[in-house]
């Protein structure tokens, strides 16, 4: 599998950054995992606007999710080669509804559907294109899920935004690519089931075993040198951070 970086800001674009977006390779096949503020600008750089296989959605907090819309304009007022056929888009429950409502003007009420085919996520073993996946529920204000994404015998699990919780533990045991979370700084937020500091996301890697651990998520407001020390102070294995362009084998 080779994963590529699209974004990795959190809560809001930074200056150097789209919001998390995160591109997954292998046979061919694209995966997208997240499309938040920025990330189809960004995507851009990596492959053509309508070479994405299909999306899945962690949850439907904006910066996760809102440039779907914009995604939305590409595929349905396409001219040239005609309306796409619809890709799969895996999200929570309501995510049609909620993209629906955040473009406020689409054509009718199931426009997103002519060109999104939606699939509602729950804790669950699937297939997406090559790729067996799994998801499970995290502990966030919304419905919101993390994935493991396997291929060819490798693995790769995405956190998505979660506090602390054993359901994330359990889904990267063993996995050779922790992509995970680190939104708040260790000994200053202390805010229940929101998110993880690097510390707790260090804590979670070891926990699971996993082979190596990538930060993201990181707000423009938070030292990530702080969270990548604090993560690297408990976690042995490989730790650095997310970049956008950035891109891995594995």
Known sequence: MKLTVVGCSGSFP??????????????????LLDMGNGALGELQRHIGLYDLDAIFLS??????????CAYFVARYYRHEGGRCAPIPVYGPEGTEQRLTTA???????????????????????????PFSVRTEKMCHPVEAYAIRVEHAGKSLTYSGDTGPCSALDELASGTDFFL???????????????????????????????GRLLLT?????????????????VYAGPTALAAPGATYEI
């Not at 930074?14 to 995966?31: I, K, N, P, Q």
Request: proline residues 6%; negative net charge; glycine residues 6%.
């Open 180 to 210: 995970c979370e680190a939104a708040f700084t260790h000994g200053k937020e202390n805010i229940p089931d929101l998110h993880l500091n690097g510390r707790e996301a260090g804590e979670s890697a070891h926990r699971a075993g996993a």
């Open 14 to 31: 930074s200056a150097d950054s789209a919001c998390s977006s995160y591109l997954v390779e292998a046979d061919g096949f694209r995966l």
């Open 217 to 233: 998520h990181i707000p423009p407001w938070t030292d990530p040198q702080t969270n990548l020390a604090d993560a690297r102070a």
């Open 59 to 68: 949850h439907l907090h904006a910066d996760h999710c809102i440039d779907m």
């Open 103 to 129: 473009y406020a003007d689409t054509p009718s009420a199931s426009s997103m559907s002519e060109v999104f085919d939606f699939h509602t996520v729950k804790p669950a073993s699937f297939d997406i294109g």
